[in-house]
């Protein structure tokens, strides 16, 4: 019996003492003083009185203006966003939130990109996505029961004790001094070095345009056909787990897609199935859902300068975006909302007058180091391709061809080549598209 006490007293003071050097040594070498989502979860636990929360990625706090939502819907909304959040992620903020909230609302949104992982595939990079949060979350059971769900066993003492992740910069004397010395002033210690432009969660600048490059290969993340499945299984249990808690607790559960590019929507090929799938989901469980991407351009008419890049909004488009989505949401009941989506990603194309998206490259499953070059475009346009090389100056070149039907290029090996490509529309005479890539 005596053996025993000793033996559980024992574990309980090594435990003890492993967590309190992981938390000197967290302190000396987690550089966190410029993290924007070290303060936006301070920000978020400081709140008691969300009425509506959003939850998701990037697509989040780059797509929505908390000061225009509140204005038009009458609601405290906060986004409850992190990078590459995952669907466990969002379910583990949601508690949270629930802890200190009374909660009315929650718009979760589905990008199906990243719908797609399971915890026991997530390497260290996924990773680092999870631990974003984990790191910044309070100690308590719900911390503890995301990190134990969402990874296998071989990335629990990097995930418990975070410190495990920098040990190589523990020799490295400059680095350790600077991180000590940033953390103890009084900007990091009252969380006062937040961007002047954040509020609630918004990562955005408003107003303020974008120059996406809508040029791509499809090695590009999410640039591929969506499979049959998608969604993987994990997925679907913590979805349907969130669809479970908010009608537990009387909270009215909207799935929201923000809009890409539609050279994003056309260079995936299959987008219908995606919208398809969450459309059934929705009904099924007697939720709603919106795909902003198939709004009625009379609703919502986004160009170029709306979008950062190919899939995420700029502060010019969060402003746009934002005052269309809280007018939806506050002006037409259910069943009128439904009427302002189009049915399809065909339907919308067609709506649209002829227009070309983007230039899309695919790299060759025979050759090494080719690509097939496609004009990403709401019409069956018959166009020709130049293609030449940029020195380090943006200048051109080498020309590689002049305007000509071949649709293929050949990059040297081992190197490093920047491409211009000029699209004409052979029957116009037009140039129709313009950009240049590194390959």
Same mark, same amino acid.
């Given at each position: 019996?005596?053996?025993?006490i000793k033996?559980i ?9 492993? $967590? ?5 040594l ?17 920000e ?5 009185d969300i ?48 802890k ?6 929650v ?6 990109h990243?719908?797609r992982d399971i915890?026991?595939e997530r ?8 631990y ?5 979350m ?13 990874s ?8 418990? $004790? ?7 910069y523990l020799?490295?004397?400059k680095?350790?001094?600077r991180?000590?010395?940033s ?20 990562m ?9 490059k809508l ?11 969506i499979?049959e ?6 997925? $679907?249990?913590?979805l ?6 908010c009608?537990e607790?009387?909270i ?9 590019t539609?050279?994003y929507?056309?260079?995936?090929g ?5 919208y398809?799938?969450?459309?059934a ?30 899939h ?28 302002l989506?189009?049915d399809?990603v065909?339907?919308k194309?067609?709506a ?8 899309? $490259? ?9 690509y097939s070059?496609?004009?990403?475009a709401?019409?069956?346009?018959d166009?020709a391709f130049?293609i ?10 080498e ?9 293929t290029?050949r ?7 920047t ?21």
């Amino acid at each position: 019996m005596k053996k025993g006490i000793k033996i559980i007293f024992g574990s309980f003071i090594i435990i003890g003492a492993v $967590l309190a050097v992981n938390k000197v040594l967290s302190y000396a070498l987690i550089d966190d003083v410029n993290d924007e989502v070290r303060y936006a979860m301070h920000e978020l636990y400081e709140q008691e009185d969300i009425e509506t929360l959003f939850l998701g990625s990037s697509h989040v706090f780059c797509g929505y203006d908390p000061g225009i939502l509140d204005e038009i819907m009458g609601e405290n909304t906060y986004l409850a966003s992190t990078p590459v959040q995952k669907v466990d992620g969002s379910y583990y903020l949601l508690k949270e939130v629930l802890k200190k909230n009374d909660v009315q609302k929650v718009y979760l949104d589905m990008f199906y990109h990243q719908y797609r992982d399971i915890p026991a595939e997530r390497g260290s990079i996924q990773m680092q996505w999870i631990y974003c949060i984990t790191d910044n979350m309070k100690h308590n059971w719900n911390r503890t029961e995301f990190l134990l769900n969402a990874s296998g066993c071989e990335h629990y003492i990097e995930g418990f $004790l975070a410190s495990a992740r920098y040990g190589n910069y523990l020799l490295d004397r400059k680095r350790l001094e600077r991180v000590v010395k940033s953390k103890r002033t009084a900007e990091y210690v009252n969380y006062e070095n937040a961007p002047e432009t954040f509020y609630k969660g918004a990562m955005i600048v408003p107003g303020e345009p974008g120059n996406p490059k809508l040029i791509v290969t499809t090695d590009e993340p999410g640039m591929s056909e969506i499979k049959e499945d998608v969604i993987s299984a994990y997925s $679907l249990i913590d979805l349907d787990i969130i669809v479970k808690l908010c009608k537990e607790e009387g909270i009215r559960l909207v799935l929201v897609t923000t809009p890409f590019t539609d050279f994003y929507v056309q260079a995936i090929g299959n987008y219908d199935v995606f919208y398809e799938y969450m459309k059934a989901y929705a009904e099924i469980n007697e939720i709603e859902y919106y795909d902003f991407n198939l709004c009625r351009t009379e609703l919502l008419d986004m160009e170029n300068a709306d979008f950062l890049d190919f899939h995420h909004l700029s502060g010019q488009g969060a402003v746009k975006y934002s005052t269309a989505f809280a007018d939806i949401m506050t002006s037409y009941d259910e069943a009128e909302r439904q009427a302002l989506f189009y049915d399809s990603v065909q339907e919308k194309m067609a709506a649209l007058s002829p227009q070309t998206f983007g230039i899309l $490259l695919q790299r060759s499953e025979d050759e090494e180091n080719v690509y097939s070059i496609k004009t990403m475009a709401n019409y069956d346009a018959d166009v020709a391709f130049r293609i030449c090389t940029l020195d380090e100056q943006g200048n051109e070149n080498e020309l590689i061809q002049d305007f000509s039907d071949e649709n293929t290029v050949r990059v040297p090996q081992g190197q490093q080549t920047t491409l211009k490509i000029t699209v004409r529309n052979k029957s116009t005479g037009e140039i129709c598209e313009e950009g240049t890539i590194t390959l």
